[in-house]
């Protein structure tokens, strides 16, 4: 006798014996088949690159609406205006941004700042480049443990853990790496760890469609280390499943040992 096992679908079962099949396994099929583009939309989420080369607006000036394609030429034109808002802030603590410790300290900040939202001017298309393959694979793929640095949109501090993601294939693999650099993409920007854990399972959807996509995040926050309650061995853990990850209690299970394995 032959046993299939189940994947969002019945399975099959065949007595070598009679040669009678009872039941024949569903095919895999992209979740993302009943999905509309619309369901897929993520906020803070950048419907295009911002550019300053969309018809009719050549001429606008950036004014911090991400859900509008306006922005500088380029990211150092924004560090005059930062480094100035910095040093503003210096003086506004008492310290004087003139001594010699905190001369250069406004452009640091500035550089450092726009190194940590980076993933505003990222996209997902230009990330992966081409590596999307056809492959006959219809099994799990997990890649766990991605390091994950991001800024908390709340206070500003950061926050910092790991990132697992596992996905089941429909004839096409995406490059191991290109997972690890759609991490960096959303975590790179002023976030919250649910809206993270959100988009980066909705971009690998996108990239592959998939049967099913499964995420995992596990953060440590310095907005509940540094200030507030201040416990510092608290954890935050989120999740998003979708599609036969969703559905099939036993896909999900088998994610979820796979991540937790050591």
């Not at 490059?175 to 959100?198: H, P, W």
Request: glycine residues 6%; charged residues 25%.
């Amino acid at each position: 006798m032959i046993k299939m096992r189940m994947m969002n679908g019945t399975s099959t079962v065949v007595d070598e014996t009679s040669k009678v099949p009872v039941k024949k396994l569903a095919p895999l099929r992209p979740w993302s088949e009943n999905v509309v583009e619309s369901d897929l939309d993520v906020p803070g989420t950048p419907r295009t690159p911002r550019t300053s080369t969309t018809p009719g607006h050549e001429k606008c000036t950036f004014h911090h609406d991400l859900e509008l394609d306006h922005r500088p030429p380029t990211r150092e034109a924004l560090l005059p205006e930062m480094s100035r808002s910095y040093r503003l802030l210096l003086g506004s603590l008492g310290e004087d941004p003139d001594r010699e410790g905190l001369l250069k300290t406004p452009e640091r900040a500035a550089k450092a700042m726009l190194f940590f939202t980076k993933g505003y001017d990222q996209n997902i298309d230009d990330v992966i480049n081409d590596a999307v393959f056809d492959e006959d694979h219809d099994e799990m793929v997990v890649v766990k443990d991605i390091e994950m640095f991001s800024m908390c949109e709340h206070h500003l501090v950061p926050f910092y853990g790991k990132v697992s993601i596992g996905y089941l294939p429909c004839k096409k693999i995406l490059g191991l790496s290109k997972l690890a650099r759609i991490v960096e993409i959303f975590s790179r920007r002023l976030q919250v760890q649910e809206r993270l854990t959100k988009q980066i399972a909705i971009a690998v959807t996108k990239a592959v469609q998939p049967a099913g996509v499964a995420v995992v995040v596990e953060g440590v926050h310095m907005c509940m280390v540094m200030r507030g309650v201040q416990k510092i061995n608290s954890k935050t853990v989120t999740s998003t499943m979708l599609g036969v990850f969703r559905d099939d209690p036993k896909t999900r299970e088998e994610f979820l040992n796979l991540v937790h394995t050591k």
